[in-house]
């Protein structure tokens, strides 16, 4: 059995092993892409490979593909590239969309995370100021998929520009630029076994973009600075790898058939809305996040309370909060998402962890009331 169960790919995903072979190759080659020598041309030659990669992964065109050093940096350059001061944005998005945002108007979702549509629309046709509407492909607690059609149907109606955040979806279900017909999309590596510090904004032709990181020409003057080749060759292995493996539902599924069977008070968030195949967000009723995480993770078991942020300290899931959950139930919901290594022991072993978790805490409250 391995030393611990790894479900908290909505954090990171484990680097994949052709991926990392893919980064040492690059750097024991070495070569910046922009030389004109044979070492600047063979790393410039990864750089490209790469590209077509992770363009095929979403429909793009390679020319279409921005390299950034991940997906925060691709939701800021969206946001600022645009051109617009007006944004509006669903009330569920990543903080990179949400501090990144001037001219901010949230959208409100309903109790499954889902944008209105509605009030979207109303927003839009309340002022003629040009304007950019972003929307995340699936969320990354509850792994709620957001109507992206349709907004874009709503956006379009008024004139405005669109940019999605993919970053949970690209690599887990398919994703196709031309498909949802958004202008911007961003991507991150290390959602989907590439490695950390690089993704892209995938930037579809003629839509307007203005460079914020200005110096070098790379990027087709789009994103300047000396490429992260390693990072980069990584990033195309496990589009690659990913766009031929992409998951199912069975195991959430059962998974959460077997969480509900254990605590029946439990509730899955966005249950009956469409989600993404690895995420699970659910509550153990009375027994907070941090508690679950802490158990779970003395049982060999990661995974997340809510969203994991940089200072390790759990914050209440504004996500939770938007969709009308209270802030008490909200405290007690755990992520639980699988990638491309997990196995069915792993959700096993998370299954009997949380029962026994479970009953352990309801068996000291009994114990409690007597002694009272
Ligand atoms: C939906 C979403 N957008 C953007 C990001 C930021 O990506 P990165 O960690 O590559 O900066 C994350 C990371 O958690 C995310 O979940």
């Known amino acids: ?5 790894y479900l908290d790919h909505n954090a990171t995903s484990p680097l994949r092993p052709a991926a990392f072979d893919a980064m040492a190759e690059a750097l024991r080659a070495g070569g910046n892409p922009s030389s004109v020598h044979r070492a600047g041309r063979a790393a410039r030659a990864g750089v490209d490979k790469a590209r077509g990669q992770v363009a095929a992964l979403v429909g793009a065109l390679p020319s279409e593909v921005v390299f950034t050093s991940g997906g925060t ?32 108007e949230i959208m409100p979702v309903d109790g499954n995370g889902i944008v209105d549509l509605g009030v979207l ?55 196709d630029l031309y498909g949802l017909g958004v202008d911007y999309l961003s991507l991150s590596a290390h959602k989907f076994g590439g490695p950390s510090g690089v993704g892209a904004l995938v930037v579809r032709s003629g839509a307007p973009f203005v460079a914020d990181r200005l110096g070098g020409g790379q990027e087709s003057n789009r994103r300047a600075g000396t490429e992260n080749v390693a990072g980069i060759a990584g990033f195309g292995v496990a589009a690659s790898e990913a766009r031929n493996g992409l998951a199912t539902t069975d195991w959430r599924d059962q998974l959460e058939a077997a969480l509900l069977k254990i605590v029946p008070a439990a509730r899955v968030y966005g249950a009956t809305a469409g989600r993404l195949p690895n995420t699970t967000c659910i509550s153990m009723p009375g027994v907070r996040a941090e508690t679950q995480v802490m158990a779970l993770d003395l049982a060999g078991i990661c995974v997340s309370a809510g969203a994991a942020c940089s200072s390790g300290k759990v914050t209440r899931s504004a996500v939770l909060l938007a969709m009308g959950v209270e802030p008490a139930e909200a405290e007690t919901a755990l992520r639980i998402s699988f990638g491309w290594n997990t196995c069915f022991d792993d959700i096993e072993r998370l299954i009997a962890a949380w029962r026994d978790l479970y009953i352990r805490v309801t068996h000291s409250d009994i114990t409690h009331a007597r002694a009272a």
Request: charged fraction near 15%; glycine fraction near 8%.
């Open 121 to 175: 629309e109303k927003s839009l046709a309340a002022s003629a100021e040009p304007a950019l509407v972003s929307v995340m492909f699936a969320n990354n607690e509850t792994g709620v998929l957001q109507p992206m059609a349709d907004v874009v149907r709503v956006a379009r109606a008024a004139g405005a520009l669109v940019h999605c955040d993919a970053v949970q979806g690209a690599g887990k279900v398919p994703v």
């Open 73 to 104: 940096e691709a939701n800021n350059a969206a946001l600022a590239g645009a051109g617009c001061k007006r944004m509006l944005v669903s009330a569920v998005e990543h903080d990179s969309v949400l501090k990144a945002a001037t001219g901010l």
């Open 1 to 5: 059995m391995p030393a611990f169960a």
